[in-house]
């Protein structure tokens, strides 16, 4: 025998450079250098407008207001911001647990996902609005009744993208693990689970926003009850005392917990997925 | 024993819902240490009748009999896909590792048989790749490795190289029939390249489609392996005519079947 072979040249190593290198550095600092300036410029903007049209507090406050209402209300917003932030966290990680497990019994059997899948689609469409009322007569708990709410709009993402997630795995990829005669674990722990991460994490990205949503929402509701203290019923309560500046500042809280969630989602999915998934993989031009 | 009967096919058929018959009536008796050639135009039922082999399509009658294996395997049978099938989420090794992670054997126990699969196709220094770092021949042989790895006696491989480049392509030919030669292989090979199937194989089934069925069963003398200068031989190009006209002769049919 001839021509044992040799190897293919590799076309995708792209040498390492320092055009290129430099090239990467000043886009990264474009990431975040340009949408932070933006928003230094709109913030700057707001302020200077206020206070040259002399727009007064209580319609409008300068965000220099806000920031020192931020400061000087701090601990009793903090305990409320801190009191959505554990609701939110708690809702998330139950509407995990739930969808994922659901998700892997609907997946193993259409039987079940039949049976089960309407239940779930009502749960989606009708508006927590709508529950939470019901919700907060049937459970004694404030912050379980805040729970489910919460719960309900974060699990049906999770739920949906771990399904078709769970079934996107590679007709081929299956065949193969026929043909070796993989148990139902083993399919599941390496087969199934990893195909299904993409679609997982873009759930549970969605899931992560709609938490917080859920969150605040349910607190609205529940408002009218009074004994809660979440960031929601800050708003309202500065509401009705017409104190524009403390609403302000609470609403900046939700907004940075949103973020703070976004941030994270988005790099946990750049963790698990950016190795392989063409989704989070960065290509050089 | 090289030689003796080890997959024999008796009238099996294979029928998709209510559809036409994707394989009809198919008997053949392929013998150990065989190279053999499935040829047919696309939609004739090859990849049904590998799959039927593979014991990944059951049949819809007619029985597939394999002789058991006598040697130290996990898997008698390997199978390389038209794609490279791997898992993008796992390094070259760990996919080469996955037949014997399925049957049990530790990832140390596995690592001398994953070096030693991957350096028979030439990619022990992409062990710790990812499939996307590699170009399309490097994945396919990537494949083949894993299918190598549980030491089978079949291999059956469903138009491995139709998607690479003519240059990568021989060279992985001359991979597959060099492995087939060393480890006593058994191999079943689907192609629709007259040329490939002549330079690489002992006996070409040429099949025909609408219903899938054996066409003709043609022995290809000249002695096996073969060199690369045969492939540019008066010998070689005798032998593709004869192939090549067998095949004209059941598309011809097939286009007076319409
Ligand atoms: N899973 C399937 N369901 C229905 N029909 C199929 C299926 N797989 C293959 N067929 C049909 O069976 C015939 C043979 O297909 P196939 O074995 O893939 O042919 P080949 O590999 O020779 O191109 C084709 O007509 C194809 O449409
Ligand atoms: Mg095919």
């Not at chain 1, 190897?7 to 090239?23: C, G, K, L």
């Not at chain 1, 911001?81 to 259409?110: D, E, K």
């Not at chain 1, 689609?121 to 489910?148: G, M």
Request: glycine residues 6%.
């Amino acid at each position: 025998m001839q021509s044992i072979s040799t190897i293919d040249p590799v076309d995708d190593a792209a040498p390492m450079n320092i055009e290129a290198m430099a090239r990467e550095s000043r886009e990264k600092l474009l990431t975040w250098a340009l949408p932070v300036a933006t928003l230094l410029a709109a913030i700057g903007a707001w302020e200077w407008l206020v206070w040259a049209y002399q727009i007064p507090h209580y319609l409008i406050p300068a965000p220099s207001l806000i920031a020192k209402t931020l400061w000087t209300d701090g601990p009793s917003l903090m305990g409320s911001a801190w009191f959505t932030v554990r609701l939110t966290f708690w809702s998330l990680s139950l509407a995990i647990i739930g969808g994922v497990l659901l998700g892997a019994v609907f997946a193993l059997s259409r039987a079940v996902e039949m049976s089960l899948f309407p239940f779930a689609v009502i749960l989606q469409v009708t508006p927590v609005v709508a529950i939470a009322p019901l919700i907060l007569i049937y459970v004694d708990s404030t912050f379980a009744a805040l729970l489910i709410c919460a719960w309900i709009v974060g699990f049906f993402p999770i739920l949906s993208g771990t399904v078709i997630g769970l079934r996107s795995a590679d007709h081929n990829l299956r065949d193969l693990f026929t043909l070796y005669r993989a148990t139902p674990w083993q399919r599941l722990r390496f087969l199934l689970a990893p195909s299904a991460l993409p679609s997982f994490m873009a759930a549970l990205k969605v899931a992560g926003g709609l938490s917080l949503i859920g969150a605040v929402v349910a607190e609205f509701v529940a408002g009218a009850a009074g004994q809660n203290t979440g960031l929601a019923s800050r708003i309202i309560e500065s509401s009705f005392r017409n104190e524009i500046p403390r609403m302000f500042a609470a609403l900046v809280l939700v907004s940075m917990l949103g973020i703070v969630i976004f941030l994270l989602t988005t790099w946990a999915s750049r963790r698990v997925l950016g190795h392989w998934h063409e989704s989070e993989i960065r290509r050089d031009q | 024993m090289k030689g003796d009967p080890i997959i024999r096919m008796d009238r099996v058929s294979k029928r998709f819902g209510t559809s036409t018959l994707a394989v009809s009536d198919m008997s053949l008796t392929i013998n150990e240490g065989d190279f053999i050639s499935f040829l047919g135009p696309s939609g004739c039922g090859k990849s049904t009748a590998l799959k039927m082999i593979a014991g990944l399509l059951p049949v819809t009658s007619g029985t597939i009999t394999i002789a058991p294996a006598k040697g130290k395997t996990e898997h008698d049978l390997g199978f390389v896909f038209q794609e490279p099938t791997l898992m993008p989420w796992a390094t070259v090794q760990d996919n080469v590792f996955l037949p014997l992670r399925l049957a049990g054997v530790s990832r140390d126990g596995a690592a001398s048989r994953v070096a030693e699969a991957l350096r028979e196709v030439g990619l022990t220094k992409f062990a710790g790749a990812y499939p996307r770092e590699l170009s399309g021949g490097m994945k396919m042989r990537v494949s083949i490795a894993r299918a190598m790895v549980t030491r089978p006696r079949i291999l059956l491989m469903d138009e491995p190289f139709a998607a690479l480049d003519e240059m990568t392509r021989s060279k992985l030919n001359n991979d597959v029939v060099r492995l087939a030669n060393e480890h006593g292989l058994t191999v079943i090979f689907v192609t629709h390249s007259v040329f490939e199937s002549v330079y690489l194989s002992t006996r070409v089934v040429v099949m025909a489609a609408r219903p899938g069925r054996v066409a003709d069963d043609l022995t290809v003398t000249v002695p096996w392996p073969r060199s690369e200068e045969w492939r540019i031989s008066q010998g070689f190009s005798a032998e593709a005519r004869r192939i090549s006209d067998s095949l004209k002769g059941t598309l011809d049919a097939e286009h007076i079947d319409h």
